[in-house]
């Protein structure tokens, strides 16, 4: 279990603030470059201190550099990295295992699960999505009386990429992982969420045409 950096308050309290504000800053870029909530020109400029605080938590922390590495691969092969902002992430972080190998490790069996994990919840996201927004624009009644509560459930989770927390909780009853990477990974989640639920404050009626728009154009 790596907890050897995780020994003090300090630490902890470190790791969870690092794993919110990458969490926060992807979402900044999504929003960007999705919909023009916020400035590109920031979002790129956001990339290089954000892929600088990733690149040092891999440097320094085993259990760190196996997550964000199943991320980074897991968005890469389901084809997520779609914008500038995010393919100069992906270059800046290449050069670390590159130029900080003697420090960046692997725990590969988690890496396997995690990578996982990813792609699987980014494929199931995507479903609850569509599924979501079909029930947005749709109104005609027999498409909400077909919505189960199973459905509802499952939507929910999946919206929320369920299927990576609990294998990272499975990897920490089996003290792979310490308890804190929970935590921080839940802040990661949460502060991911909370840009995107004050972008909705901010341009909700831009965000909805947009939304529209694509539903219609992937529903012809």
């Known amino acids: 279990m790596d907890i050897n950096l995780l020994s003090g308050v300090g630490h902890s309290v470190f790791l969870v603030v690092a794993y919110a504000l990458i969490g926060s800053g992807m979402k900044y870029v999504d929003q960007a470059f999705d919909f023009g909530v916020f400035s590109k020109k920031s979002a790129i400029i956001m990339t290089i201190p954000g892929a600088i605080l990733v690149g040092m938590l891999m440097a320094i922390n085993d259990s760190s550099a196996t997550i964000f590495f199943a991320i980074i691969l897991g968005v890469a092969l389901t084809k997520k990295i779609d914008n500038i902002a995010f393919q100069m992430s992906l270059f800046f972080l290449m050069l670390v295992p590159i ?44 498409i909400k009386r077909k919505i189960t509560l199973k459905q509802q459930i499952l939507e929910m989770l999946f919206e929320h990429r369920i299927i990576m927390k609990l294998v990272i909780l499975l990897l920490i009853v089996f003290r792979v992982f310490h308890p804190i990477y929970l935590i921080a990974f839940l802040a990661f989640d949460l502060s991911y969420t909370a840009v995107e639920l004050y972008s909705f404050q901010l341009k909700k009626y831009n965000i909805n045409r947009d939304l529209k728009a694509n539903h219609k154009t992937t529903t012809v």
Do not use: N
């Open 99 to 142: 130029f900080l190998s003697e420090y960046v490790k692997v725990e590969w069996l988690p890496f396997v699960l995690l990578f996982m994990a990813g792609v699987a919840d980014e494929y199931t996201s995507d479903w609850a999505d569509s599924k979501i927004k079909q029930r947005i624009y749709d109104t005609t009644r027999d």
